[in-house]
């Protein structure tokens, strides 16, 4: 039997991406293996939006340098951003041993591989759009609880530091049918739990609406996701400070399995390093998003992403990030270190003049805060109850998340994979929680 392995790295748009080309696959009869050395063929998805991913990638693709030569017949296909919308010969040049190079979001150069090699062919009516999540499986011992589902490809917002719209191209919104249609095939598949993605996930639809001014939003999608038979909880991600409007919060705070949960990336708390960025918005615009989601769903946890040591950011402009965050006591924060990204206006106009030791100081001082903040966010739950999703087995503990996503961990000797556990919390720290489960949630209708 012919198999396929797949190594998925960066942001979860991959790795929605790696279920669709799996789901490819198996309509050519291939079966995943948790071995390389087992496979015929073995897709890297990969992620450049930092040095360190990038490096990453191109270390794992050089790795199967040896495998190809043991075995000529290998195929090895690399897809993702380090490809880009269309892969170029330099990037052939550096890796000859790789046969297939697909863009983001694009299995149909390995299947057209695939056919024109072994005469392969995918059987007529299968859709292009399914996820397949059996190479997942494998990892976590049964179909995932969870899932993500891409209703925006690619971004047109154009940050000055950020190579997605240069590697993923312009913003491209999927039509609703179609992406009901797969969340419906993933419930049957035993997904309880989708997450709607897109790098500005709030602009859903804005470019079919060009088109057809009756096309639904992200509030009109939510909406019909929500009516999906078998689904529990939907969350999405990630927003942006200029496009997360009201009629989005009263979905959330309104439709019962829509979750409690807004990530909005602030980037920097200075106003003159937002404007270097083109991020679009003010510290002041940003302080009103959040106490609008405060106001309108007081239970919402809200996430954030910090990029410290863009060009030209003065000791200064840091102190103001840090009092920022001190201030708004966000739920978490993704930080990152800033790395020149090749052909982003910040890489060809704006010098990396911030040391790199510079960058792990401001890094690790607001990591501090952060863990400061969330221990006594998470304090607040002891002794209480709640309710989460139960995704899997952990270190011998189960562990899911509240609808806030809050991570939980507890012991018990039945199966509770897929199940919404009641628990009590008895311990917490900074970035999980730990309890007894008091019983079994009836699930949503």
């Known amino acids: 039997m012919k198999k396929y392995y797949m190594w998925v790295i960066g942001c979860q748009m991959n790795l929605a991406d790696a279920n669709k080309v799996a789901a490819r696959l198996e309509a050519l009869g291939y079966v995943p293996t948790d071995s390389e ?33 043991q075995n000529p017949d290998l195929v090895i296909a690399v897809m993702g951003c380090l490809v880009g919308n269309k892969p170029s010969p330099k990037l052939r ?32 009516g299968v859709s292009p759009w399914e996820q397949s999540l059996k190479f997942q499986s494998l990892e976590e011992g049964g179909v995932p609880v969870s899932a993500y589902v891409p209703i925006v490809y690619g971004c047109s917002h154009a940050c000055t530091y950020c190579i997605i719209p240069y590697r993923r191209g312009p913003e491209r919104s999927r039509p609703a049918d179609e992406i009901v249609r797969e969340v419906e095939d993933l419930v049957a598949q035993g997904v309880r739990e989708v997450t709607l993605l897109g790098q500005i996930v709030d602009r859903y639809g804005v470019d079919l609406r060009r088109e057809d001014p009756s096309a639904p939003d992200l509030a009109d999608l939510l909406r019909m996701v929500h009516d999906v038979k078998g689904l529990w909880r939907i969350r999405f991600l990630t927003s942006h400070p200029s496009y997360l409007d009201d009629r989005i919060l009263e979905v959330v705070a309104g439709l019962p399995k829509v979750c409690e949960h807004i990530e909005v990336p602030v980037q920097s708390g200075d106003d003159v390093v937002l404007q270097n960025m083109k991020r ?41 990030t840090y009092e920022l965050m001190e201030e708004l006591r966000l739920d978490v924060m993704h930080l990152a270190r800033y790395s020149p990204r090749p052909g982003t206006v910040a890489a060809r106009r704006m010098p990396d003049d911030v040391p790199e030791e510079e960058k792990w100081r401001r890094f690790r001082l607001l990591e501090d805060l952060q863990a400061r903040i969330s221990a ?70």
């Open 280 to 320: 679009g918005y003010t510290v002041d615009d940003y302080r009103r998003i959040v106490e609008k989601i405060r106001m309108m769903v007081p239970e919402a946890s809200i996430v954030t992403d910090i990029i410290v040591g863009f060009p030209g950011e003065t000791e200064e402009q840091f102190r103001h």
């Open 37 to 69: 050395r087992d496979a015929d063929v073995i897709v890297l998805n990969t992620c450049v939006v930092r040095q360190s991913a990038e490096d990453k990638a191109a270390g794992r693709i050089s790795s199967l340098k040896s495998l190809k030569k």
């Open 376 to 445: 006594e966010k998470n304090a607040g739950y002891l002794g209480k109850e709640l309710v989460i999703l139960v995704e899997r087995k952990q270190k011998g503990r189960w562990m899911g998340r509240t609808r806030n996503y809050k991570l939980v961990f507890f012991s018990d000797d039945g199966n509770w994979r897929g199940k919404l556990a009641r628990v009590k919390i008895t311990w917490t720290g900074p970035w999980s929680m730990i309890g007894k489960v008091v019983g079994e949630v009836s699930p949503p209708a």
């Open 93 to 124: 040049e550096r890796f000859p041993h790789v046969d297939v190079f697909m863009p983001p979001a694009n299995p149909e150069p390995l299947v057209e591989f695939l056919e024109s090699r072994f005469h392969e062919r995918v059987p007529e």
